[in-house]
């Protein structure tokens, strides 16, 4: 009489994005005993404090003598401690370590149900902030964003401005560019986040990174370190900001000034290149007639930050919810005499809500840009650059559309959002 697991979150991948089902099979040869269950221990950060957080008890699907047991809402609810904000300005990279989880299996049955037979441990496995549609999820796409040594995977984006890697090739080798490469477009003072897992490598995490001018002609190359990283899985995340390569990245001045095109991946010396080289062009346009320029930024569904200048259209409104206090005293006493004044009110004005709202234009774009804004619109945690302070925000939109009118064209996305910043005024 015994369990086995016939699948786990490790059977064939070694991570599990949280937000999606993360699942075991277990069999029992002893599922006809009555009040039989599969009693399920949930442990966390395995390698460290390894701690107990949640106990299950799963009966058998019916026909069968197996149970499926989903532990994702269990990881969900600790897989923040793992989750960082966007890197500010002043911190290039950082390196986060993830914790693993593992579940363990006893039998329990009985007229007096009881733990029963040796237990049965499923292999450990690392869970990361990923919430992938749920085609994606089952058709196993998300394991195109975990790197281990020698792999071509990509960063945590949706926006799909990068190109293949000879993953053998120098480390210190960048790829030939010229006219058809998807480039995104970045603002000069824009930040643009480069979020990835990496696994199983023992070494320093690199970014690589090389500035193109206008006729894709190589300018010159640097490299930026994280922290010394150990057969464990981590989450490295890198900032970009064209205005600051030469703060953040030791490039020249002139280097910058000459620059139009940023190309960078990582790697780790002891393992070759772990991702794909990622293009982005520059745009120091700043034209007048745009007026201001709204940055926003948004945790995408890999739970990486993208971020989109929106420099074309937009339109400023206020709402108000005004609230009324009824109020009877609408006259007064004038020596011997009532006056009815004209202008006593019979309702007066308790307090006024302000919700201020901005609809914006993205101008012409391309579609991998149309498609890397998706989740911009379904994001949960979307922020405002309001002068250098970011606010969070409430995209208010419930629905989006995309139309071409040439290939490869989109003619623009248009969506509001909203900040309650619950200002009341109030009068008595």
């Known amino acids: 009489m015994a369990l086995t697991i016939n699948q786990d979150p490790n059977s064939s991948f070694v991570f599990s994005p949280s937000h999606n089902p993360i699942e075991y099979l277990v069999n029992s040869d002893n599922s006809t005993q009555p009040n039989f269950k599969v009693n399920c221990l949930i442990y966390y950060d395995v390698a460290g404090a390894n701690s107990l957080v949640a106990t299950i008890k799963k009966p058998i699907e019916y026909g069968t003598t197996k149970a499926i047991i989903d532990i994702s809402s269990i990881v969900r609810s600790k897989d923040f401690e793992g989750y960082p904000y966007f890197l500010t300005s002043g911190t290039a990279n950082t390196l ?58 990509k960063y945590l984006t949706n926006f799909e401005n990068h ?21 995104r477009t970045i603002n000069y003072n824009q930040s643009v986040y480069l979020c990835s897992l990496i696994s199983q490598v023992t070494g320093v995490a690199t970014l690589n990174i090389a500035l193109f001018d206008s006729s894709y002609t190589l300018i010159d190359s640097a490299q930026l370190n994280s922290a010394a990283v150990a057969g464990k899985p981590y989450r490295c995340d890198w900032r970009i900001t064209p205005s600051s390569l030469v703060a953040d990245y030791g490039f020249s001045s002139g280097d910058v000034e000459d620059a139009v095109y940023i190309q960078c991946y990582s790697s780790i010396p002891t393992g070759y290149v772990n991702t ?61 005499t009532i006056v009815n ?67 490869d064209r989109i003619i623009s996305l248009g969506l509001t959002f909203e900040i309650d910043m619950s200002n009341t005024l109030q009068q008595w």
Request: proline share 3%; charged share 25%; with cysteine.
């Open 341 to 407: 004044d004209a202008y006593a009110r019979r309702k007066k004005q308790y307090n006024t809500s302000v919700v201020e709202q901005y609809s914006l234009n993205s101008d012409i774009m391309s579609q991998m840009e149309y498609e890397g804004l998706e989740d911009l619109i379904t994001s949960p945690n979307v922020f405002w650059n309001d002068s250098g302070v970011w606010r969070a925000v409430n995209v208010i939109n419930t629905d989006y559309e995309g139309k071409t009118n040439r290939v």
């Open 96 to 153: 986060t370590e993830l914790k693993q989880w593992r579940a363990v299996f006893r039998e329990y049955y009985g007229t007096t149900p009881a733990l029963s037979g040796a237990s049965a441990s499923g292999a450990t496995f690392p869970a990361w902030h990923g919430d992938f549609r749920y085609k994606d999820w089952q058709n196993n796409n998300y394991r195109n964003y975990v790197g281990i040594a020698g792999q071509n995977k």
């Open 276 to 336: 794909k080289a990622y293009m982005f062009k520059i745009d120091r346009c700043s034209n007048p007639k745009w007026g201001s320029a709204y940055e926003l930024k948004w945790l995408n569904r890999q739970s990486g930050w993208d971020g989109w200048v929106f420099n074309g259209k937009f339109k400023r409104s206020v709402q108000t919810d005004k609230k009324f206090l009824k109020n009877d005293v609408t006259r007064r006493i004038s020596g011997s």
């Open 163 to 183: 190109a293949e890697r000879d993953i053998f090739a120098p480390i210190t080798t960048f790829n030939t560019i010229n006219g058809s490469t998807p480039f």
